[in-house]
């Protein structure tokens, strides 16, 4: 397989050198040249298949050949060695848990696949790669994670000072070795900024051999199309209308489940969830994508002003708007209903939700009473566990909240960040030093 820029000025590259360089010469983002389908047994067979299984398959057939099958499975065992499951809160609603890895949110498949495949190919370098990532929260002890005392890999993580969580905070600043957490002086875009502008600096690549572990690398967003395929092999009756609803910040997320489409899983439609960052609906409203200065929210991770798969999706539906706008549906909820839909949920269902699912909720709900469907198949993707935003969640619902022994012990850790502005120079400066 081979694959190209979203921007279409730089040449095919082979997986490999897409999950090296992570983003193209160009400044876009890299693209499968096709999307195979899967074949028919593949789905008349899917419950008969373990979720390592499902991901093998569907990785062994968009990757080809490039790793061999023995190596390709053993990444995926170790990357993704825990469940997605379905909770069912009624009969046509259902939460898919994406945060029973070890960081407890849904950025572990994509930043363990990423750093097991990465460690893979880098063997053959004899140069040390320095990853940059952008995070809004839970990205950054994914990826932290994932490459924590990895050989010949330096990870270097950017946050928005102030706009993260606590737990998310800890979990990130809180690793020694070859991992260093930069706690910048403004939002997740200015983060996010800083890593692209660093990618198309002629004296950096010279000087570093640079990579990405956000969404914008493809072999984050390769994995994250994996548990859609293990939510539909868990739906007792495949026949109904399947809807996923997507909290969305970045779009990576979603991008991944466009992916799972395209390669023959039969979704009826996409939702997009999201804050009051709401630049995506108001591009299906308009058919023109304004990006502006994101907002801060109780839902932190979607807090995106200018989110980078957006170019994906364009490019999946060949600048269509007509055609994303009827297979992709985009609702904005304020702060104030995210916490009436966590109070609602908990009292209806005894589920505690996120805020991010809380979001996905609201909008589920919303698509369903403005279209009338009775009998479907709602998937929400919960995307972190609720104990990452205890503050809140214990605030909105008046109750203690357990936080699972993973989370707590990062709370007794020394922290260790180190502060930058916002200016381009000052990171590109910080970087040079440490060379």
Same mark, same amino acid.
């Given at each position: ?21 992570g983003i193209a010469d160009d400044g876009g983002l890299f /693209? ?26 569907v990785a062994n057939t968009i990757i080809g050949d490039e790793?061999?099958?023995?190596? %390709? ?40 696949? /990423? ?54 905070? /800890? ?49 984050? %967003? ?31 997320? %979603? ?46 991770? /979607? ?55 809380a979001v996905g909720y609201l909008a589920l709900e919303e ?39 993973? %989370? ?28």
């Open positions: 397989m081979k694959f190209y820029s979203t921007n279409k000025k730089s040449k095919e590259v082979s997986f490999k050198e897409a999950v090296i360089k /693209m499968p040249a096709s999307f195979p389908v899967l074949p028919k047994k593949f789905f008349d067979e899917i419950e008969n298949l373990s979720f390592q299984e499902i991901c093998f398959e790793i061999p099958s023995k190596t %390709l499975q053993s990444i995926i065992n170790n990357a993704i060695n825990f469940k997605a499951p379905i909770v069912k809160l009624n009969n046509n609603i259902g939460v898919l848990e994406l945060f029973h890895g070890p960081t407890l949110a849904f950025k572990d498949f994509g930043a363990r696949f /990423m750093a097991e495949a990465l460690s893979y190919f880098s063997k053959e370098n004899k140069k040390n790669i320095t990853i940059l990532v952008a995070t809004s929260g839970d990205t950054g002890s994914a990826v932290a994670n994932g490459f924590l005392n990895s050989k010949g890999i330096k990870v270097f993580l950017l946050y928005p000072e102030g706009k993260v969580s606590h737990i998310q905070e /800890m979990q990130l600043t809180t690793l020694d070795g070859n991992i260093t957490a930069l706690e910048v002086n403004g939002t997740f875009d200015d983060c996010q900024k800083l890593v692209k502008q660093a990618f198309l600096d002629n004296e950096l690549k010279k000087n570093f051999f640079l990579s990405s572990a956000n969404s914008i690398n493809i072999a984050r %967003l390769i994995p994250q199309s994996f548990y859609y395929f293990n939510a539909y092999k868990q739906l007792e009756d495949k026949n109904k209308p399947l809807i996923f609803c997507v909290p969305s910040g970045n779009f990576g997320n %979603l991008t991944g489940g466009l992916i799972s489409k395209k390669m023959g899983l039969p979704v009826e439609k996409f939702i997009a969830a999201v804050n009051s960052n709401d630049v995506f609906p108001n591009y299906l409203k308009t058919g023109k994508f304004i990006p502006k200065p994101s907002i801060k929210t109780i839902s932190n991770a /979607m807090d995106v002003g200018n989110p980078s798969n957006f170019y994906r999706i364009l490019d999946i539906f060949n600048n269509d708007w007509y055609k994303l706008s009827t297979e992709i549906s985009s609702s904005s909820f304020s702060d104030e209903l995210t916490k009436s839909a966590i109070k609602r949920i908990r009292k209806d269902y005894n589920y505690l939700i996120d805020p991010h699912g698509y369903i009473k403005q279209n009338k469907i009775e009998s479907f198949n709602g998937i929400i993707l919960e995307t972190a566990h609720p104990a990452k935003f205890i503050d809140i969640m214990e605030d909105v619902l008046k109750e203690n909240i357990e936080i699972p022994e993973r %989370l707590e012990s990062s709370l007794y850790k020394e922290k260790k960040s180190i502060k930058i502005s916002n200016e381009y120079t000052d990171f590109k400066n910080f970087l040079l030093n440490q060379n």
